[in-house]
Structures are given as C-alpha cells and as structure tokens.
C-alpha cells in the first residue's frame, strides 16, 4: 500500500511516474487468499461460461481421473479477488497495479499470459505472490493518456509450490475528456 | 480406461484442424453474473455511467471471462482430459451488452514434450464489430485411452 498517496474511489493510488518507476523489482510477501478453491464458487463460474466440462460437474468421474473434481482453469485469476468486506470492514489487500501511484484514475486490462502448471482442485488454498515487472512511460491511446503496468502474479498451493504464474499487463490511464 | 465422455488423443489431431466454433450470446445478466461469478466489481463491469466516463460505449466483460470462454472453446473440442498449460490473449476490444462473442480456432502445431501430446492452438474471439481477444492456447491431450494424468500427489506437471 502506499498510504502517503490520495487514493480515488476504486482504490488506485496517484502520483507521478517518476514515484512509480521505483516500484519496479518490487515484490510482495505470499498472502493468503481470503477462501479455498471451492465448490460453489467453481460451479458458479462453469455456469458464467455455460461450460459443461464433467471435470467442474460430475464428482465421481473427476475423482476417478483427476484425485478431485476441478476448479476451471479460467477462474485462476478470480480466486486471487478479495471479499468486499470483512470483519473489521472491507479488505484492503494489496494489488501492486492499483497501489503503485500513478497520474492514471482508471485502469483497463490490456493483455495476460497464464501459465498453469498442474490442475487445481476443490479444497486447495492458495497464495498470491506479486511483482511488479515494468512500468511504461506516458503512452497515448484511444482511451486516454497513462501507462502500461506488467505485473507478475505467483500463484502457490499449501505447500508453497507453485500452480501458475500470471504475467498480466493493464492500462492505468487518465480518460480522454471526462473523469473516471 | 473407459471414457465416460467424448475425448480427443494426441495421436488423432492433425496441425491445421478447426476447433468447432462457438457463438456466445452477451447481455446486461450475463455481465453481471460475470462480476458476481469472479468477484471482479471493478465498476466498468456493472456501472455504466462509470464505463461511460472511462471512454467504453457501455459495461464490459472482463479480462477472467475471456479466460473462462476460451478455456471451454478448447475443452469442448478437447474433451475433459484435455487441460490447458498456457494461455496468452490480448484484449484489443470490449465486448458489452448485446454482442456476440464468437471463437474460432484452429491447431498451429502437434508436438511431444518429454511424456506429454500437446498442440498450440491459435484462437480469436470477435463481435459484429471485428476482433476482440486474439489468443494463443497450449493445450496437453491423453496420448492414447491409457494415458492417465498424474495424480495429484505424484507430480506438478499436468
């Protein structure tokens, strides 16, 4: 978190890109995500994609094949999303794209690469480890001025063994002639 | 082993092969179950005005979406043994309310890597306004019927 920065109402940090290229290398210690890999959520995302793979469906078959009926591998990066609020109040967990301060608001997603190194499984818990890899300078685009943010996101089971690796890029940006 | 379901082996793809395609419809439902589904409540996905403000015509989908739709578009074809190892796409346009989002996608290569069968396959997902996600997917398939994956205990490797 970068605290000495004014935060807007999506939780993005501002400052200048010059604060910003100092994050570069940076990388957080491995937290614990809020919940398991678990049934509900990962049926739920199945019936997003209208997706009837028997993996996600069909326990016994799963178990039989698999050791355990398994998450989707397209909801990898939603099981690194926090609950909205806690005891206590709303999470506050790092994201290293929203908290590096930038002159960018708003933000849209650009680009991945997932790499999934073996299936997950109902029950795993997981942790997120993050680095920030590069920080564009200021680019132009359609959508507004801003910067292109790589980040690297470590997913690792009870073991601290690694399941995926994330390289994902987002658009930080100050939108073209409104306010974000 | 006996398969329950439909499955394709390594042995019986070919390098240039289409994937069946798949048309997905989008509406104002399906992008909210897709903020509730993923736990993404970024605003662009479930608050117009904030889309509006932030240059989109109109709520969008979001980046986990795409994962989850590609990864079915290879399933589908693949069949539930079927797992993918990479995926790499690139979002050059939205997809909101009213669109259909349709895959295609067809195998670049066939190869061996140590043990495993895999194929690289190349994917697009496009709307009535032209591409949207280009994507490229490297898929592991069973060799044979006996080719079992590791259990989970044995190795990391899928």
């Known amino acids: ?180 | 082993m006996n398969e329950r379901y439909p499955q394709k082996y390594w042995t019986e793809v070919r390098q240039g092969e289409l994937l069946p395609p798949l048309h997905f419809p989008i509406d104002y439902a399906r992008i909210i179950l897709n903020a509730a589904a993923t736990w993404d409540y970024f605003p662009g996905h479930h608050n117009p005005a904030y889309a509006r403000a932030q240059g989109q015509p109109d709520i969008y989908a979001s980046t986990i979406f795409f994962h989850g739709l590609i990864d079915r578009f290879v399933t589908d074809w693949g069949g539930p043994r079927t797992l993918v190892r990479r995926r790499r796409m690139r979002m050059v346009a939205s997809a909101h309310p009213g669109d259909t989002l349709s895959a295609q996608g067809r195998i670049l290569r066939c190869y061996r890597e140590a043990e495993l069968g895999l194929v690289d396959l190349e994917i697009t997902l496009s709307t009535e306004r032209g591409l949207c996600v280009p994507a490229s997917v490297c898929a592991r398939l069973p060799l044979d019927h006996d080719d079992f994956l590791p259990s989970p205990t044995k190795t990391t490797t899928p």
Not at chain 1, 5 to 15: C, E, R, S, Y
Not at chain 1, 48 to 77: I, K, Q, R, T
Not at chain 1, 97 to 126: H, Q, S, Y
Not at chain 1, 138 to 143: A, C, G, P, S
């Open chain 1, 1 to 180: 978190m970068s605290p000495a920065h004014p935060q807007t109402d999506i939780g993005t940090a501002l400052g200048s890109y010059d604060e910003a290229r100092q994050w570069i290398g940076r990388r957080n210690e491995p937290r614990p995500m809020d919940t398991a890999v678990d049934e509900s959520r990962c049926k739920y995302f199945a019936a997003l994609c209208e997706d009837g793979n028997p993996a996600y469906w069909d326990a016994e078959w799963a178990g039989e094949v698999f050791g355990a009926p398994l998450a989707p591998s397209g909801m990898l990066m939603s099981l690194m999303m926090p609950l909205p609020w806690k005891p206590g109040g709303r999470s506050a967990v790092p994201t290293m794209a929203l908290d590096v301060p930038l002159p960018g608001r708003t933000l849209i997603n650009v680009e991945t690469d997932c790499e999934l190194f073996r299936p997950l499984r109902w029950g795993e818990r997981l942790s997120l480890c993050e680095e920030m890899v590069d920080i564009s300078p200021e680019k132009h685009t359609r959508l507004g001025r801003g910067h292109f943010v790589t980040t690297r996101l470590l997913l690792l089971d009870a073991a601290r063994q690694p399941v995926a690796a994330i390289t994902n890029v987002l658009y930080r940006y100050e939108a073209a002639g409104s306010e974000a």
